[in-house]
């Protein structure tokens, strides 16, 4: 029974709050650590955050390891923005990278927050190199997992 009550109040914040993305994984891992002293309740919720994080973060792999944003639901933190470049050689500037990708910030999951501004510009470097016409690839590219451990490691 104690189940379900979790899952109704987690699915009825989710539902008030009208949270999607990053906001999702903010409301669960922040339920996660809400339940420190009751360990039924946190292992639910660290099972579901786990489980809500992995499409956000093959998005968020994509972007720091190639610098492309596949995003169908406009979900990711990173937005890319078309713009015209009708002198190529005038347009790529600091203005034109920072107006290219911005942050959404409420599309930050919380426990990414320290990192957000690395996030941006690790993807948004990789398509600075691919414009001056380089090859991007990372050679050591691991899949990104939510894990409770790695939340010290970001606060560094």
């Given at each position: 029974?104690?189940?379900?009550?979790?899952?109704?109040?987690?699915?009825?914040?989710?539902?008030?709050?009208?949270?999607?993305?990053?906001?999702?994984?903010?409301?669960?891992?922040?339920?996660?650590?809400?339940?420190?002293?009751?360990?039924?309740?946190?292992?639910?919720?660290?099972?579901?955050?786990?489980?809500?994080?992995?499409?956000?973060?093959?998005?968020l792999?994509?972007?720091?390891?190639r610098?492309v944003?596949?995003?169908?639901?406009?979900?990711?933190?990173v937005?890319?923005?078309?713009?015209?470049?009708?002198?190529?050689?005038?347009?790529?500037?600091?203005?034109?990278?920072?107006?290219?990708?911005?942050?959404?910030?409420?599309?930050?999951?919380?426990?990414?927050?320290?990192?957000?501004?690395?996030?941006?510009?690790?993807?948004?470097?990789?398509?600075?190199?691919?414009?001056?016409?380089?090859?991007?690839?990372?050679?050591?590219?691991?899949?990104?997992?939510?894990?409770l451990?790695?939340?010290?490691?970001?606060?560094?």
């Open positions: 029974m104690r189940t379900m009550e979790i899952l109704a109040s987690l699915t009825s914040s989710l539902d008030k709050g009208e949270c999607m993305g990053g906001s999702t994984l903010s409301l669960l891992h922040d339920r996660t650590f809400g339940y420190t002293g009751d360990s039924q309740a946190q292992e639910l919720c660290l099972y579901l955050t786990k489980a809500a994080s992995v499409p956000y973060f093959g998005i792999e994509k972007w720091v390891y610098g944003i596949v995003d169908p639901y406009s979900e990711f933190m937005e890319e923005h078309e713009l015209q470049k009708e002198k190529t050689q005038e347009d790529y500037n600091d203005k034109y990278w920072d107006e290219r990708y911005t942050i959404i910030q409420q599309q930050i999951p919380s426990f990414l927050q320290k990192v957000a501004d690395k996030i941006l510009n690790t993807g948004k470097y990789l398509n600075v190199v691919r414009e001056c016409g380089r090859d991007v690839a990372c050679p050591v590219a691991k899949e990104i997992v939510y894990t451990k790695e939340r010290a490691e970001i606060g560094r």
